[in-house]
């Protein structure tokens, strides 16, 4: 089955830097992959996705970039702000099957 | 507002105890999924149904177990409960879509404490 891996596990930033948070999987044939954002209590969010057919996706001030190759996505996030601690998932997952295969998550802290 | 709803929110038992956890999925949505997350750890995959039927299992405890009703809603009882039961227990759903993968949509969720 899939294999998702997510880094780092924790990320910490000071206000207005930029957060990367990488994830590869195993499985070629996955072609979705969306991101979550969990804050402390709550569900997680969906927050951004990108299909296979493209390379890199934004919204505002986070994209996220895709290397079918090399198997790996990541999560930009640019000009970081406080209210951006949360806990992020990484997912994948592939046509024919919906259940999406998630990362470990990474937290991410910005101080101000 | 994801559309997901879960009940209860919160429930405290004691150990021993059964319990069961209601979920309705968005309108439309054919798909529930449960996922367990305990304190610090990450999104765990209990079970999938789809339409009435199951369509996956995860990593389900024989003690637990899971229906979908014909409304789609969804039921997971949870069975002889252990203190290490204690977690925030997830119903989510995703709509019948193309084949490159669908979203799924979290309820906000049922803290389960087992006493």
């Known amino acids: 089955g899939e294999n998702v891996e997510q880094h780092p596990s924790t990320l910490s930033v000071q206000e207005g830097d930029s957060a990367v948070i990488k994830c590869t999987y195993s499985?070629?044939?996955?072609?979705?992959f969306p991101w979550y954002k969990q804050e402390l209590g709550k569900r997680p969010q969906l927050i951004i996705d990108?299909?296979?057919?493209?390379g890199e996706k934004k919204d505002q001030r986070i994209a996220v970039t895709l290397n079918k190759t090399a198997k790996h996505f990541s999560l930009h996030i640019t000009e970081t702000q406080p209210e951006d601690s949360a806990v992020y998932f990484c997912?994948?997952?592939?046509?024919?099957?919906?259940?999406?295969?998630f990362g470990r998550g990474t937290s991410l802290i910005v101080h101000p | 507002d994801s559309g997901v709803t879960q009940t209860p929110k919160h429930l405290i038992t004691a150990t021993g105890q059964r319990v069961t956890l209601r979920c309705s999925p968005r309108?439309?949505?054919?798909?529930v999924y449960w996922y367990q997350q305990s304190l610090d750890q990450g999104l765990q995959f209990l079970i999938q149904?789809?339409?009435?039927?199951?369509?996956a299992k995860g990593n389900i405890l024989e003690r637990f177990s899971a229906q979908q009703f014909p409304d789609l809603h969804s039921e997971l009882n949870l069975s002889s409960l252990e203190l290490g039961d204690s977690a925030l227990y997830f119903c989510?759903?995703?709509?019948?879509?193309?084949?490159?993968?669908?979203?799924?949509?979290f309820g906000e969720g049922s803290w389960l404490t087992v006493v």
């Open positions: 990108i299909r296979s057919n493209v």
């Open positions: 149904y789809y339409n009435g039927e199951e369509r």
């Open positions: 997912a994948a997952s592939k046509g024919g099957s919906y259940i999406p295969t």
């Open positions: 499985d070629s044939a996955s072609n979705y």
């Open positions: 989510a759903s995703s709509p019948p879509g193309p084949l490159s993968g669908n979203t799924i949509y």
């Open positions: 309108s439309g949505d054919l798909s």
